[in-house]
């Protein structure tokens, strides 16, 4: 395959010639290796022949110059051609043979002054075989239609001109006939055959980037994964500690009572947060995708996610009405409870003092609904910190376990996050 061929061949993406190629490059045609080296075809460098390549050349010199001395002989025996004519057969058919070094430089051009050639020399004949085969092996097949076309066609003109002495015209036109359709086909199927080894070399370079980028992918998702089980654990524990900070910020003049709760409080979370905080970045230095090491909660741990809030201060009305509660998925259980978690980290931050409803109810076959809700605010709210982003990480959450998740302010002033989740 020659540089004309790379708009017909696959291109192999960037990354040197592969590693077989490199142990064994005299074994490969270096047409072959041209395309399957992307720097030498982009520099435009003309491929330099491998010991293949020279075996394979003089090999065919040989088998020229045997057809031609084959010829030549024929030629002494036949009464139909004068001796200058044969003559001068034998130099053409010496010419054709030295050309034949040429046959990989200027494929085309070869086979095309082959043509007529053949049709006056017979010793010329192995060279044309030659020059044909490497046509079919190194141009499109346009180009061998046309050049082997001509060839055929000029096949019954070449005996009926210079008849064989020894076979009929018939059998002659269509040995020769049948002889160079092979030598066709033997070109094409190379040539095929290489193409395949240059797509197949391009189809593996592929799939190792896709792969490759599959798994970037992956990883990708598993990190953010982490990040979004990172904000929904640690959001629901530093809240508190800045409510509770913020509450010994104001009231300064606390009873000691209240004021060493608050503080236990803030111990506690902190421990809390610094523990979940080091479990979460254990998993993203392990490299883990799965859920080991990590606080995974299920739909049995809102009674203690609540009686936590209430501890700290909150006024929290649990409504759990789920049918056979164990029996709830755990990747659905561990979405509910993330709602309602990050719904009640929403109310202690935009509404504190207020009463929160959490109400949780389903059935199998007809999913499980989440509602946390808060009434307005009372007084002056101290502006905590805060995106929004954990909202929009639980529609996201919502809508990969099949479900869907609405908020929005209620007609009171309130405000109310809804859930439904698949069961």
Known sequence: MSGDDAGHASPVPAGGTPALVTGRRWFFPSALLHELDPDAARAGRRPRRTARDWIVDFSCFLLAVLVGATAMEALADNPHVPPGLAAVDQVIGALACAAVWLRRRWPLGLAVAMTPLSLVSDTSGGAGLI????????RPFRYVAWVGGVNVALVPLYYWVRPDADLPYPVSVAFVVVLTVAIVGWGMFVRAKRQLMVSLRDRARRAETEARLRAEQAQRLAREAIAREMHD??????TLLS???GALEFRPDAPPAETARAAGVIRESAHEALQDLREIIGVLRAGE??????????LEALEALVAESREAGMKVALDQRVEDSAAVPASVGRTAYRIAQEGLTNARKHAPGTEVTVTVTGAPGTGLTVRVHNPPPVGEVPHVPGSGQGLIGLTERATLAGGRLEHAHTPG???EVRAWLPW
């Open 413 to 415: 002033g309130g405000f």
């Open 233 to 238: 654990v640690l959001a629901h524990r530093l």
């Open 243 to 245: 409510v509770h900070a």
């Open 131 to 138: 020059a044909l085969f490497t046509l079919a092996v190194h």
């Open 289 to 298: 995708a799965d859920d080991t090491g990590r606080p995974q909660p299920t």
